[in-house]
């Protein structure tokens, strides 16, 4: 019954940004920690950016440090990634998970950055 549902997904021009957010239903999961991965086309899931269960500390891969934040409204049950100077390079399908046992993941936004 526990749900992650994402959204904010899109096309965007190189340079652009956008926020996603992805809201959970069946738990309150301000207790866990939470994070973001993708998925492009002919490659394997990567990670992308965590947040702890506070939202006091996040962490972010090479790719996107620098670029991507990572923040939660707990009273929201929401977790949100903001995308900046996005790159052609970015373009996948953008996975919500919660650090859950057992874990849980959302259906996944896809965002398009085009060049």
């Known amino acids: 019954q526990v749900q992650l549902v994402e959204s904010g997904g899109g096309l965007v021009q190189t340079g652009g940004s956008l926020r996603l957010s992805c809201v959970a239903s069946?738990?309150?999961?301000?207790?866990?920690?939470m994070a973001w991965y993708r998925q492009a086309p002919g490659k394997e899931r990567e990670f992308v950016a965590g947040?702890?269960?506070?939202?006091?500390?996040?962490d972010y891969s090479v790719a996107v440090k620098g670029r991507f934040t990572i923040s939660r409204d707990n009273a929201k049950n929401t977790v949100y990634l903001q995308m900046t100077s996005l790159k052609p390079e970015d373009t996948a399908i953008y996975y919500c998970?919660?650090?859950?046992?057992?874990?849980?993941w959302g259906q996944g936004t896809q965002v398009t950055v085009s060049s």
């Open positions: 069946g738990r309150t999961l301000s207790r866990d920690r």
């Open positions: 998970n919660a650090n859950t046992n057992p874990p849980y």
């Open positions: 947040i702890s269960s506070s939202g006091a500390f996040t």
